[in-house]
């Protein structure tokens, strides 16, 4: 245990004689954990403390911008319109593909699944 580990661990101790953890919400029930094995360890404190700003990292606010288009664009009659914001989808599409490692597309499941899925099932 190293010098600073030691000063917490006393202080955490001296508290806990002093009974300034008895009346803490949810005492004596589990800890209610997150899964953060994805987020790179250097990263966690920064997300967490985001998460609970709620605010969303870059590329999560992108995305979701980018289902909220597909969903407009889905739903648009006017033809005009909709190759405007098309276009728009595009852009942002492109965006977000040069954030991530592999390209947003392919990433996207819940695009391309039940077309290859459909496609397997009408050659059978």
Do not use: W
């Not at 899964?35 to 997300?47: F, Q, V």
Request: glycine share 4%.
């Amino acid at each position: 245990m190293n010098f600073f580990e030691r000063i917490a661990e006393n202080r955490i101790l001296e508290a806990m004689d002093a009974g300034l953890f008895d009346d803490l919400e949810g005492r004596g029930q589990p800890l209610k954990l997150e899964d953060e094995s994805h987020i790179p360890p250097e990263l966690r404190m920064a997300y967490r403390i985001l998460k609970n700003a709620g605010c969303l990292p870059p590329e999560l606010e992108l995305r979701k911008e980018v289902v909220t288009l597909q969903d407009l664009v889905a739903n648009m009659e006017d033809e005009a319109e909709k190759l405007r914001q098309m276009r728009r989808l595009n852009f942002l599409v492109m965006r977000l593909s040069m954030m991530r490692p592999v390209s947003a597309q392919i990433m996207e499941n819940d695009l391309y699944a039940p077309k290859i899925l459909e496609r397997l099932a009408s050659k059978k």
